[in-house]
């Protein structure tokens, strides 16, 4: 149980392009669900909190109008970086919490690169 | 400000022989602690987690870590490490309640050699 995916696991795209990434808990509910970002052989940082149905709370120094977060459902959130740059170039994971809150269960990330 | 130090980016053991990864946190309530492990392809995955109570805490593939406060260490252990544990390893502590807004270490990266 408790499995979270990501779509896609993969892209490439061009600068000034827009990319939705997804995240999904495929066997519970997810008020919470949280979005990192991992750059090469470095550890992860929290991007954002997402809660169902309110608005995303960023962490200090991450843009909010350029990391666009939707969680319109229990079980779906969405990550759009809008007007991709190459520095955006990196690996998103995302995380869903469950109800308890005592566990966050992650998605096998995807690798956005923007050329 | 909370956080995580892992002091080994880089750990080789043999197979067979067993393992200790150091972390270090610096919070200043009672901290919730967490080791991850990633593998390549593949999402973060929980080994375990202290919150209270007994601080030798037992986690999946045989896996165990050791909550000292006095140290403010969490070191994870495993007595005999196999090849399949390679991968990289991360120690985080929650900043929210329980599982919640976590910071992660560095990471460190096992080898295991045949």
């Known amino acids: 149980g408790a499995v979270v995916s990501q779509h896609p696991s993969w892209v490439i795209c061009k600068s000034g392009t827009s990319v939705k990434i997804e995240c999904r808990s495929l066997d519970f509910q997810a008020t919470t669900m949280f979005w990192y970002r991992q750059f090469p052989k470095q550890s992860l940082m929290l991007m954002a909190t997402s809660n169902e149905g309110s608005k995303a709370t960023y962490e200090q120094g991450v843009e909010k109008d350029k990391f666009l977060i939707n969680h319109a459902s229990l079980t779906l959130s969405t990550l759009t970086v809008t007007s991709a740059h190459p520095e955006d170039s990196s690996f998103y994971i995302c995380?869903?919490?469950?109800?308890?809150?005592?566990?966050?269960?992650f998605g096998p990330g995807t690798r956005l690169l923007v050329l | 400000a909370q956080s995580v130090t892992q002091p080994d980016i880089h750990i080789t053991v043999s197979e067979g022989a067993s393992l200790e990864l150091r972390c270090n946190y610096s919070?200043?309530?009672?901290?919730?602690l967490f080791w991850y492990v990633q593998s390549p392809g593949q999402g973060l995955q929980l080994l375990l987690k202290y919150f209270s109570g007994d601080t030798l805490v037992q986690g999946i593939k045989g896996f165990e870590a050791e909550f000292k406060r006095s140290q403010s260490s969490f070191n994870l252990r495993k007595p005999s490490v196999h090849w399949s544990d390679a991968a990289e390893y991360f120690c985080a502590v929650s900043r929210g309640n329980a599982g919640n807004m976590l910071t992660f270490g560095g990471g460190t990266r096992l080898m295991v050699k045949p």
């Open positions: 995380s869903a919490m469950t109800e308890n809150q005592e566990t966050q269960y």
């Open positions: 919070y200043g309530a009672t901290p919730y």
